[in-house]
């Protein structure tokens, strides 16, 4: 696997094992596995069916919007400032008001 191709996997999963809790990090990564193989599941069974009806360009076409409507959702869900990371206790103390 490429460095391009690796990075969208690799840089979510290391940011979430830096900020989440050990005791919420496996079920978190579960909602996300659950996510991820949903989609790939919804992709596969909607994918051959809209080729049929509507070609391969419009299928390409559908394919990136979604791609791109996910991204746009994605970035707005990401907080605007910085969240301190979970082994830094001055910040998470400075970030929690000392408790």
């Known amino acids: 696997m490429s460095a391009p191709a690796a990075r969208p996997v690799v840089v979510p999963q290391t940011a979430m094992q830096r900020l ?6 496996g079920r978190i990564g579960a909602v996300f ?3 991820e193989a949903a989609a790939t599941l919804g992709g596969a069974a909607a994918g051959p069916v809209l080729a049929q009806a ?4 419009a299928t390409a076409a559908v394919a990136s919007l979604v791609t791109l ?3 746009a959702l994605a970035r707005l869900s990401v907080p ?4 301190p990371q979970r082994h830094d ?3 998470l103390a400075l970030s929690t008001g000392g408790q």
């Open 20 to 25: 989440i809790p050990n005791a919420l990090l």
């Open 33 to 35: 596995l659950t996510g």
């Open 54 to 57: 509507a070609g391969l360009t």
């Open 69 to 71: 409507a996910a991204a």
């Open 80 to 83: 605007k400032t910085a969240v």
């Open 89 to 91: 206790p001055v910040a």
